[in-house]
T-cell receptor, first 108, second 118 residues
Framework: EIVLTQSPDTLSLSPGERATISCRAS???????LAWYQQKTGQPPRLLMY???IRAGGNPDRFRGSGSGTDFTLTISSLEPEDFAVYFC?????????FGGGTKVEIK | QVQLQESGPGLVKPSETLSLTCTVS????????WSWIRKPAGKGLEWIGR???????NFSPSLKSRVTMSVDTSRNQLSLKLTSVTAADTAVYFC????????????WGQGTLVIASS
């Protein structure tokens, strides 16, 4: 199965700063079938991006996904207070579907 | 708007069977794929498997030997059974709806904590 490694584990930033989260796959992700989710404490994950770079409905354009092959990135251009959360990547191009370990974006 | 709600015992004894139900409202389960995912405390998300409203399913290879999934279209419910549980199965369990036949998950239930302990 494809192993997804996210880095860093924790990102300590201030509101207004740029966040960059990496998701590296152990083998190429078919068709760039990679999604990102945001999870806040006590809530389920919420779909942010799919197919690497398509924002799911209702998500603001400060969220940007990019990448191909084995290297993918989620960028939040300017952090808003509601963006402090845990972010997970997921590949769905090869069965079984797998997730990254998560990156916590916390307030510095 | 579709809503999903997981339910079931919050405590399961080791070696016994974990049984959960996901009740779906706002949408018929017939025409969608539905997934089960779990998240152990302090760890990442783990995909357990998915099932279509028609009943066809596929599972994570690491859990396949212990997992059963089914649908009850009359009640608009999904069910998950995991046999021979151990402490390693302690996690928050989520049901979620796939986008069409795709593997990403566009709607999630709130999740339910299951603790495997005597």
């Amino acid at each position: 199965e494809i192993v997804l490694t996210q880095s860093p584990d924790t990102l300590s930033l201030s509101p207004g700063e740029r966040a960059t989260i990496s998701c590296r796959a152990s083998q190429s992700v078919t068709n760039t079938y990679l999604a990102w989710y945001q999870q806040k404490t006590g809530q389920p994950p919420r779909l942010l991006m799919y197919d690497t770079s398509i924002r799911a409905g209702g998500n603001p354009d400060r969220f940007r996904g990019s990448g191909s092959g084995t290297d993918f990135t989620l960028t939040i251009s300017s952090l808003e207070p509601e963006d402090f959360a845990v972010y997970f990547c997921q590949q769905y191009g090869t069965s079984p579907v797998t997730f990254g370990g998560g990156t916590k974006v916390e307030i510095k | 708007q579709v809503q999903l709600q997981e339910s079931g015992p919050g405590l399961v004894k080791p070696s016994e069977t974990l049984s959960l139900t996901c009740t779906v409202s706002g949408e018929s389960i017939n025409n969608y794929y539905w997934s089960w995912i779990r998240k152990p405390a302090g760890k990442g998300l783990e995909w357990i498997g998915r099932i279509h409203g028609s009943g066809s399913a596929n599972f994570s290879p690491s859990l396949k030997s212990r997992v059963t999934m089914s649908v009850d279209t009359s009640r608009n419910q999904l069910s998950l059974k995991l046999t021979s549980v151990t402490a390693a199965d302690t996690a928050v369990y989520f049901c979620a709806r796939n986008r069409g036949s795709r593997g990403y998950l566009e709607s999630w239930g709130q999740g339910t904590l299951v603790i495997a302990s005597s």
